[in-house]
């Protein structure tokens, strides 16, 4: 089932003359995972902020399934983006309605923190901030889940103790997921889908089913072999041209 269609015929920033964004246009279903790569400045970002309704202001269109009108929109940014003043159980219950009710615990139990939703972000290590971050995107049972290089900065243990958790939190929810990274290998790893954007304006210059069976790390070799195949067919992929 189609969760979301997305068509952008271009995006522009004010008193901007070039595009951001350009002649896009694509699907995401549910129980799947889409990952979006390209270079500096090709409108990644712009994109996610689109389809997570952050930014509106756009030529095109964005239509979502027939339980449109019930979507849940979980969004994991590139920093943890937790309120200081709050302890680790309240920024995740920042996002929840009144009405909804949550097992907070067992989520943290399920990212690794379990017994201190009562500590503060400072009282916690880069690491442990973005597993909060990651509970509070799932904490609504998102329908659609982004994520804006979730992972970056972090120390390669880390990240990967992170990817493997939100596979697990997404083998139970099954949302559709966009998941914007610079990092092919980690697209790889990730993705059932990948879409290659081009210099800006970012279009989709490439689309890449990823067929290679799940659990996967960064360091399998048919992980491996499909990022020799895809960077010796295109050498300037990463660099938007093909």
Avoid: C
Avoid at 6 to 17: E, M
Avoid at 96 to 104: G, V
Avoid at 121 to 132: F, K, T, Y
Avoid at 177 to 183: G, I, L, P, Q, S
């Amino acid at each position: 089932m189609t969760e979301i269609t997305v068509r952008v015929d271009n995006k522009h920033y004010h008193d901007v003359k070039e595009a951001v964004l350009e002649n896009i246009n694509l699907s995401l279903r549910k129980d799947e995972i889409v990952a979006i790569v390209g270079p500096s400045g090709a409108g990644k970002s712009t994109l996610l902020n689109i389809i997570g309704e952050l930014d509106t202001q756009f030529d095109g269109e964005l239509t979502f399934g027939a339980n449109g009108h019930e979507k849940t929109i979980g969004y994991m940014f590139q920093s943890p983006r937790l309120m200081p003043w709050l302890t680790v159980k309240d920024n995740i219950r920042l996002v929840l309605k009144k009405s909804d009710n949550a097992d907070i615990n067992a989520l943290l139990k399920t990212v690794g923190l379990e017994g201190q939703g009562q500590l503060f972000p400072l009282q916690l290590s880069g690491g442990m901030q973005r597993r909060v971050a990651l509970a509070r995107a799932f904490v609504n049972h998102p329908s659609i889940l982004l994520l804006d290089e979730p992972f970056v900065s972090l120390d390669k243990p880390t990240a990967d103790r992170l990817r493997m958790q939100l596979l697990e939190l997404w083998k139970n929810e099954r949302p559709a997921v966009m998941y914007v990274t610079h990092d092919l290998r980690e697209a790889l790893s990730m993705a059932d889908r990948i879409l290659f954007l081009s210099t800006e304006p970012g279009t989709v210059i490439l689309e890449q089913k990823i067929t290679l069976p799940r659990p996967r790390t960064m360091e399998d070799q048919g992980v491996t072999d499909l990022y020799n195949e895809l960077t010796n067919r295109f050498p300037d992929l990463l660099a938007g041209i093909v």
